[in-house]
């Protein structure tokens, strides 16, 4: 499953994505991650949540990122929540279609079952229909 957390830069979000994880963390059972484009929120995250800098590895391209998600998701079967920081930056999807990429999260997350919290700057109304959906806050 995949639940959204839109609005420009600046607005926000990821004051709201550090509440949720922090607070997710409290009742999970298994493990979340928390995908950032840098360290910066290190120390704002529990220390149970596990922080990876996606910047640190040499993504290309959005296909890539949802390999590196397959990845992360092979590693750790107890993984219940990924929360996604920066999307745009950290999927490689700046200035594109955002579509196939969360439909792609969206059905691996119904497979897993786990469920992507992700942060994405752009306006609700800039978000596809086909994903309107899945906003949970616009900002």
Do not use: W
């Not at 600046?10 to 484009?37: F, H, M, P, Q, W």
């Not at 969360?102 to 229909?129: R, Y």
């Amino acid at each position: 499953m995949v639940e959204l957390i839109v609005g420009k830069k600046g607005k926000g979000k990821t004051k709201v994505l550090l509440e949720r994880v922090n607070s997710a963390i409290k009742s999970a059972n298994g493990s979340i991650v928390y995908l950032d484009k840098s360290t910066k929120h290190m120390y704002e995250l529990n220390n149970k949540i596990r922080l990876i800098d996606v910047s640190a590895f040499p993504l290309k391209n959005s296909d890539e990122f949802v390999g590196f998600i397959c990845g992360i998701i092979s590693q750790d079967h107890d993984l219940e929540e990924i929360y996604l920081d920066s999307f745009l930056t950290i999927s490689k999807l700046e200035g594109q279609d955002v579509t196939d990429t969360l439909t792609q999260l969206d059905a691996i997350g119904q497979k897993f079952n786990l469920t992507f919290v992700i942060s994405i700057s752009l306006n609700k109304e800039e978000i596809p229909a086909s994903l309107q959906s899945k906003i949970v806050t616009a900002l």
